[in-house]
């Protein structure tokens, strides 16, 4: 992680600021940070922090009363020393597409969304969520508008998975996940980097490194830290064409701008065979014309090899001050783009209709 806790004792307490019973939430420690807990906390062997992570991310234990292989006494012990954080699954509401969104709630009463998408190629994807609401403001996004803004905690991230695991049906496997829901994930950062190395543990869900993306507004100041703490893709969203544009939609761009964003993007550690995908919502007569494509090939040519673009026609949601573009323009742009030899993919979202689409994640949808 890009500013590691000292100690031990740093670790714990920074997992547990928002506790609700201040007991530390093994849940949200990595198998790494379990087995010093308890040869430091609990006095026990290593191998029990093992056998806890197996329970909490395998087998998807919720209580220490069921972990029937450790001994009466510890469970005991472990139950008034310690909690086990994470969600409450409230509701599933399932869209004409398929798209199954799910609404999570906080053991202190916030509302989340994650959503699982079904792809082209027979796959699921998960988009989940590292914060509630979201202090970027990007000008477009119905999350900017949630009054609440708090970091969730790595137990909080993971178990969005957990319980996405948990309404799936026979054969049906969660293939790629994307942290491209609710929240800034590299405002959140060390939560979201342990919820990833959770994620990524072959002792517990076991997911390939290559089947995650994190996904920023452009959080320049944390991008290679993520590329050197943990191995997952990289996702960015960019969405204009010039930095008066960009200022306007993402205010995070008057602190980086597009030149500091495209430098990190070039000195980003790009595993082999892997791109950055850059994330591009189309807003009608915004940033959608021929001359916003232009210029954005001349900003990507450096990148070219790098990057591959995902353009994204805006789902419009009540009250947004910007319109969905036209099918032809979306297929001009991406067309002015493929012939500058990019890499383009165009994405329309899905679940529009359960307010599951991309940016309509408000966490209170499903409920209202
Ligand atoms: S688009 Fe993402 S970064 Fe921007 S306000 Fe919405 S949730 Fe935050």
Same mark, same amino acid.
């Given at each position: 992680?890009?500013?590691?806790?000292?100690?031990?004792?740093?670790?714990?307490?920074?997992?547990?600021?928002?506790?609700?019973?201040?007991?530390?939430?093994?849940?949200?420690?990595?198998?790494?940070?379990?087995?010093?807990?308890? $040869? /430091?906390?609990? =006095? *026990?062997?290593?191998?029990? +922090?093992?056998? &806890?992570?197996?329970?909490?991310?395998?087998? %998807?234990?919720?209580?220490?009363?069921?972990?029937?292989?450790?001994?009466?006494?510890?469970?005991?012990?472990?139950?008034?020393?310690?909690?086990?954080?994470?969600?409450?699954?409230?509701?599933?509401?399932?869209?004409?597409?398929?798209?199954?969104?799910?609404?999570?709630?906080?053991?202190?009463?916030?509302?989340?969304?994650?959503?699982?998408?079904?792809?082209?190629?027979?796959?699921?994807?998960?988009?989940?969520?590292?914060?509630?609401?979201?202090?970027?403001?990007?000008?477009?996004?119905?999350?900017?508008?949630?009054?609440?803004?708090?970091?969730?905690?790595?137990?909080?991230?993971?178990?969005?998975?957990?319980?996405? $695991? /948990?309404?799936? =049906? *026979?054969?049906?496997?969660? +293939?790629?996940? &994307?942290?491209?829901?609710?929240?800034?994930? %590299?405002?959140?950062?060390?939560?979201?980097?342990?919820?990833?190395?959770?994620?990524?543990?072959?002792?517990?869900?076991?997911?390939?490194?290559?089947?995650?993306?994190?996904?920023?507004?452009?959080?320049?100041?944390?991008?290679?830290?993520?590329?050197?703490?943990?191995?997952?893709?990289?996702?960015?969203?960019?969405?204009?064409?010039?930095?008066?544009?960009?200022?306007?939609?993402?205010?995070?761009?008057?602190?980086?701008?597009?030149?500091?964003?495209?430098?990190?993007?070039?000195?980003?550690?790009?595993?082999?065979?892997?791109?950055?995908?850059?994330?591009?919502?189309?807003?009608?007569?915004?940033?959608?014309?021929?001359?916003?494509?232009?210029?954005?090939?001349?900003?990507?040519?450096?990148?070219?090899?790098?990057?591959?673009?995902?353009?994204?026609?805006?789902?419009?949601?009540?009250?947004?001050?910007?319109?969905?573009?036209?099918?032809?323009?979306?297929?001009?742009?991406?067309?002015?783009?493929?012939?500058?030899?990019?890499?383009?993919?165009?994405?329309?979202?899905?679940?529009?209709?359960?307010?599951?689409?991309?940016?309509?994640?408000?966490?209170?949808?499903?409920?209202?």
């Amino acid at each position: 992680m890009g500013t590691p806790p000292d100690t031990l004792g740093d670790m714990i307490e920074a997992t547990t600021t928002e506790a609700l019973a201040g007991r530390p939430d093994l849940k949200s420690l990595t198998r790494d940070e379990l087995r010093a807990w308890m $040869v /430091e906390e609990a =006095g *026990e062997p290593a191998f029990r +922090g093992d056998q &806890v992570f197996r329970w909490l991310h395998a087998r %998807l234990a919720r209580g220490f009363d069921g972990m029937s292989d450790l001994p009466q006494a510890l469970r005991v012990r472990l139950g008034s020393a310690a909690r086990i954080g994470g969600l409450e699954l409230e509701d599933v509401r399932v869209a004409g597409d398929g798209t199954r969104k799910l609404l999570l709630r906080t053991e202190d009463g916030h509302r989340i969304e994650s959503v699982i998408i079904p792809m082209q190629d027979g796959r699921l994807t998960q988009c989940v969520s590292s914060q509630v609401g979201c202090r970027i403001g990007c000008d477009f996004c119905y999350t900017a508008r949630m009054p609440v803004r708090k970091n969730l905690a790595a137990s909080e991230i993971a178990d969005q998975v957990l319980r996405a $695991v /948990e309404v799936l =049906g *026979e054969g049906e496997r969660i +293939g790629n996940l &994307v942290y491209m829901g609710m929240g800034e994930p %590299l405002d959140n950062y060390d939560q979201v980097v342990r919820s990833i190395r959770i994620l990524l543990d072959r002792q517990g869900q076991d997911f390939a490194s290559r089947r995650i993306t994190v996904s920023t507004s452009g959080v320049v100041s944390r991008i290679a830290d993520l590329g050197r703490d943990v191995p997952v893709n990289l996702a960015v969203s960019l969405n204009a064409s010039h930095d008066v544009q960009r200022s306007r939609l993402i205010p995070i761009n008057k602190k980086w701008d597009i030149a500091q964003l495209m430098a990190a993007l070039e000195a980003f550690p790009l595993p082999p065979r892997r791109r950055i995908t850059v994330e591009y919502v189309l807003l009608r007569e915004v940033n959608d014309t021929p001359e916003d494509a232009r210029r954005l090939i001349a900003m990507l040519r450096g990148l070219r090899d790098r990057v591959k673009v995902n353009l994204i026609p805006f789902n419009p949601w009540p009250g947004a001050p910007y319109g969905r573009p036209e099918p032809a323009s979306v297929d001009r742009f991406g067309a002015t783009l493929r012939d500058a030899r990019f890499n383009v993919t165009i994405r329309y979202s899905k679940g529009e209709d359960i307010g599951a689409a991309c940016g309509q994640l408000d966490g209170e949808a499903v409920a209202a």
